[in-house]
Structures are given as structure tokens and as C-alpha cells.
């Protein structure tokens, strides 16, 4: 364990970086509290998506990390933003009516309109709940119904009411003149409709602990800013959460950076330290414009999980946070063979630097599973390609000859993969393959490769065909080597792209391959 403490005290993996800022928060002294605490925020106005699951993985790794370098105990806290009022109906919901109804009203009084839970606050929050046991996270659920309600939070909202003057000028400085005239931090909850009231105070009375305003009927009514009563708008909310939790890292994307000032300001103003923080660039589509909850744009979870395990997304996720990175179906390939890519190499060596610099410590924790794909993903896209495979079992007689040793039961992640392949090649493969004739050097470049694998007798070894395969390119004259492998896949595969060649016959099988080229060369495929 010192070895390997060592090597995460100087790595320059993301999740140590950030893990060393949080460790010299308490250089001098350790925690009041006794413990460390990660926070993510959830707004459940709709269901969980992709940034959730991001923001999650990533705080968890960086939490692992930080278990690594330090002895302080931590907790990670999910706080869910259910006494929000329900500004807009979602598309994807039933009973539109009756949630137009209910505008304004926090979530967690707005009835469900899938009929299974107390509100429609408490089904989003199940949903996400079950989101984040599915993915084995371990944390703490944290509803802002319940912590305003409970008096969790009234210490920091009778401090808000004192300290209001101070808070107003943090958030005044961010408006424009039209919205300064309205604004308010506080924001009522109207104790007859029970709507979230979005007007100014006549009267913040910190004295008393009480707010008096107007209502939108002209009505004048005094409240306890205590017991839920009233909220804080979402920008003072942030800061004042931090406080009253005391929390010591919370990540958020990049379109909340420029308010970061304005939460930690108003955390100190309530008698809090500034946590660290960490901004993410976003996640865009296919075209480059960011994924939107709204829009629909872009890959959900779910999608993924269709085509490829959750350790490739939390792979994927774990890449270069700060760059922003289409999140789209052709990525998924590439992620499924870096990540067992990555396990290979972790298994390969004992230096604890290289280690805790490999992205799969950090998906697993410290402790990584082995690889059995004994055949990368993008092969058997190519083999579900030729074999018209429906299912993983379509595939399996191919991948045995390969490689005899291997099975469903001894390479269960090989088998889901193989299930995965048939589906994304079904989906995405297939319906953009576009095959062609071969041109004359071509073609007499293929038939020379038939004949040479007709008289092969090199067994079914990947390199040994892979140079044979280059040296027939190199003896018919193809400049770029390219060129004829590209040749080679766009006349068999309809693709510009494929994989290895010679691991290609090696998998798919000489003779196999020997009747594809005649398919090819005969124009049976176009």
C-alpha cells in the first residue's frame, strides 16, 4: 500500500491531481466533522441522464483516489434539487394537463403522473436512486425537501435572513437592471396554492427569522424563512448548501463556471469554506453542438448500455474531462477495445506508477478484473459482418476455432461482447455498407491472395497471415499499403475501415476467407 501511495502522490492522473487539492485543504489540521465529503447535485425535474452518470463516476473516482492518499474517512453525498418548482412540463411524461396544472409547485408536491409514487419529485428520485445502484455507486441520498423541512437547514437560512444585505449585493452584480428589480434570494412557498413565488421582499427580518412580500393577487403575507417554508433561488442555494453541509468537492460542467465565484462567495458569506471544484467540458453529438436534455440529441445511457458494458462508458467518461468529446454510437467501439486494452496492460505489470496512471484502477477502484477478450470488439463487428450472425451463439463457432481454449463460460465478457457486436453491426454497420468492384490491380492482387491462402499452411497464426496479406499489397505494385487493405475492405466489408487482416483470417477462417474473396471478385457482394 506505501508503494502504491507513493506512486498516486505524484501522479499526474486527474483523479490524484484533484485528490492532492482536497488532501491539502486539511494539511494543518483534519476535518471538524471527522470525515471528507464529495458531493454531486441531481435537479429531478426529469429523468437521469448521461451527464448524471458522469458527474457521479467521475466524483466517485476521484473520492477512490483520495482513499488511496489519505487516512480521513469520506462520504459522498447525491443531494437532489426536489423542492425546485416544476417550471416546465417534460415531453416524455403522461398527463400533460395535469401537470400544467401544477406549475410552480416544488416537485415533490406535484403529483406523479405515472401513478406510482407520492409525488412526481419522489418518482424522479427513485428513478435516479436506482440509476445509481444499478452502477454499484456507493453514496448517501440527500432529498431538499426533506433538509428544509427537517430544519437541517435552518441555521444557514436564519443566517442568510441576518446576512442578506451582503448575499443581495453578490447577486445583484450578476443581473441585469430589469431582473435586480424582482429579484429576491429567497423565494417563498405561497402557503395556499403552495406555488414557489418568484417576487421581491417588502422585508427580510432577521430578528425575527422572517420574510414579508406580496403575492401576485397583491396579497401581503409574513413567513419564517425555517421549516420549509421558503427556498433559496438555485444560484444562492449552491453556496448555501456547501456551508450547511460543509462540503469539501462538488463538480459541475463548464456552463456553471462563471457562476463559481457567486457560490463560494455566498458559502463564506454563510459562514462556510469554498469547496473545491471541478468544471468538465460538455458532452456534444454527432454535429458538435451540445447534448440537450430537451432536444434529445446526442447518446443516452441506456443507448450505450445497448451496445457495450458500463465499464467502457465509465472508460470513456474517465478520458480527458476537460476536453469536450462527441458523444455519439461511433465512439463505442473504440472505447470497448482502449478499456481491455487497458485491463491487458494493468495485468502486465507490477510497478505501482503505472498502476494508478491506468484508467482502469480508477474504473475499478484499485482493483481491476482481467481480460478474456481474447478478441477485440472491433473484429467481431467485422466477423458479424461475413457471418450473418444474429446472436453472441452465431459467432462462437468462428471465435473457437481462433481460439480453442476460450468459451461462454470462461470468457463471459468476451460472450456479452460478442451479443453487443451483433447488435451495433445490425443497427449502425449494416445499414451504411456500400460495397465496389475491385479495379484491375486489384483484383489480380486478390486473386493472388486466394491463391497463396490456398496453399497456406502457417495454421491460423494473425502475423504470419498479416505479412503475407502486406506482402502480396507490396508485390502488385500498391505504393501505399493503404490503399490495398483499404481496397480489401471496401470490396469484402463495404467499409473504408477494417480491422488487422491477418487477424481477420485468422478469425473468420481460410477457407472462409477464400470464398468471401471469390463473393468479392465476382460482384456478388455489390
Given at each position: 500500500m506505501s508503494a502504491l501511495r507513493d506512486a498516486a502522490m505524484k501522479s499526474k492522473a486527474w483523479p490524484f491531481e484533484e485528490a492532492r487539492r482536497i488532501l491539502k485543504r486539511y494539511e494543518k489540521k483534519p476535518p471538524a466533522k471527522g470525515h471528507v465529503l464529495f458531493e454531486t447535485g441531481y435537479g429531478p425535474s426529469g429523468l437521469p441522464h448521461i451527464g448524471t452518470f458522469g458527474e457521479v463516476a467521475r466524483t466517485t473516482m476521484i473520492r477512490r483516489?483520495?482513499?488511496?492518499?489519505?487516512?480521513?474517512?469520506?462520504?459522498?453525498?447525491?443531494?437532489?434539487?426536489?423542492?425546485?418548482?416544476m417550471r416546465k412540463v417534460p415531453d416524455n411524461v403522461p398527463q400533460q394537463d395535469m401537470l400544467r396544472?401544477?406549475?410552480?409547485?416544488?416537485?415533490?408536491?406535484?403529483?406523479d403522473p405515472f401513478g406510482d409514487y407520492e409525488s412526481f419529485g419522489h418518482?424522479?428520485?427513485?428513478?435516479?436512486?436506482?440509476f445509481l445502484d444499478t452502477f454499484g455507486f456507493e453514496y448517501e441520498f440527500i432529498s431538499a425537501t426533506d433538509f428544509y423541512r427537517s430544519g437541517q437547514f435552518d441555521a444557514v437560512l436564519l443566517r442568510a435572513a441576518e446576512r442578506y444585505d451582503a448575499i443581495m449585493e453578490v447577486m445583484l452584480a450578476s443581473l441585469r437592471e430589469?431582473?435586480?428589480?424582482?429579484?429576491?434570494?429567497?423565494?417563498?412557498?405561497?402557503?395556499?396554492?403552495?406555488?414557489?413565488?418568484?417576487v421581491p421582499m417588502k422585508e427580510v427580518n432577521a430578528k425575527d427569522g422572517t420574510i414579508t412580500f406580496d403575492d401576485d393577487t397583491g396579497r401581503e403575507w409574513t413567513l419564517p424563512v425555517t421549516g420549509g417554508n421558503v427556498k433559496l433561488q438555485w444560484k444562492p442555494d449552491f453556496g448555501a448548501r456547501w456551508a450547511a453541509l460543509d462540503v469539501d468537492f462538488e463538480m459541475y460542467g463548464k456552463d456553471h463556471s462563471t457562476n463559481t465565484p457567486i457560490y463560494d462567495r455566498i458559502c463564506e458569506i454563510l459562514g462556510g469554506k469554498k469547496p473545491e471544484h471541478f468544471t468538465y467540458e460538455l458532452?456534444?453529438?454527432?454535429?458538435?453542438?451540445?447534448?440537450?436534455?430537451?432536444?434529445?440529441?446526442?447518446?443516452?445511457?441506456?443507448?450505450?448500455?445497448?451496445?457495450?458494458?458500463?465499464?467502457?462508458?465509465?472508460?470513456?467518461?474517465?478520458?480527458?474531462?476537460?476536453t469536450a468529446k462527441r458523444m455519439?454510437?461511433?465512439?463505442?467501439?473504440?472505447?470497448?477495445?482502449?478499456?481491455?486494452?487497458?485491463?491487458?496492460?494493468?495485468?502486465?505489470?507490477?510497478?505501482?506508477?503505472?498502476?494508478?496512471?491506468?484508467?482502469?484502477?480508477?474504473?475499478?477502484?484499485?482493483?481491476?478484473p482481467k481480460s478474456d477478450m481474447v478478441v477485440p470488439f472491433s473484429m467481431l463487428l467485422n466477423l458479424a459482418s461475413v457471418a450473418g450472425a444474429t446472436d453472441a451463439r452465431g459467432l462462437w463457432g468462428f471465435i473457437r476455432r481462433y481460439a480453442p481454449e476460450a468459451s461462454p463460460e470462461t470468457n463471459p465478457q468476451l460472450d456479452q461482447a460478442a451479443g453487443f457486436a451483433v447488435r451495433y453491426y445490425a443497427d449502425f454497420v449494416a445499414p451504411k455498407r456500400v460495397f465496389r468492384l475491385p479495379t484491375d490491380q486489384e483484383r489480380a492482387a486478390m486473386e493472388d491472395l486466394s491463391a497463396r491462402l490456398a496453399a497456406w499452411d502457417g495454421g491460423l497464426n494473425d502475423e504470419a497471415l498479416q505479412s503475407m496479406t502486406f506482402a502480396v499489397g507490396k508485390d502488385h505494385g500498391f505504393e501505399n499499403l493503404r490503399d490495398w487493405f483499404k481496397a480489401l475492405y471496401e470490396v469484402l466489408l463495404g467499409a473504408s475501415d477494417g480491422p488487422r487482416f491477418g487477424g481477420f483470417i485468422a478469425l473468420y477462417g481460410i477457407a472462409e476467407t477464400r470464398a468471401l474473396l471469390a463473393k468479392g471478385l465476382a460482384g456478388d457482394l455489390v
Open positions: 483516489a483520495f482513499q488511496l492518499i489519505s487516512d480521513i474517512p469520506t462520504r459522498l453525498v447525491c443531494f437532489s434539487d426536489d423542492l425546485d418548482g396544472d401544477n406549475l410552480q409547485r416544488p416537485l415533490t408536491s406535484v403529483p418518482h424522479n428520485n427513485a428513478m435516479l436512486r436506482r430589469e431582473r435586480q428589480q424582482s429579484y429576491s434570494c429567497f423565494l417563498p412557498i405561497h402557503p395556499e396554492t403552495g406555488r414557489v413565488l418568484y458532452f456534444l453529438d454527432e454535429n458538435g453542438e451540445k447534448i440537450s436534455k430537451s432536444k434529445g440529441n446526442g447518446l443516452t445511457i441506456d443507448e450505450w448500455l445497448t451496445y457495450a458494458s458500463t465499464e467502457s462508458l465509465s472508460y470513456f467518461m474517465y478520458l480527458k474531462p476537460k455519439h454510437f461511433d465512439v463505442i467501439p473504440k472505447a470497448v477495445d482502449e478499456y481491455h486494452q487497458q485491463l491487458r496492460a494493468y495485468a502486465e505489470t507490477n510497478d505501482p506508477d503505472k498502476q494508478v496512471n491506468n484508467p482502469v484502477w480508477h474504473i475499478h477502484s484499485g482493483h481491476p
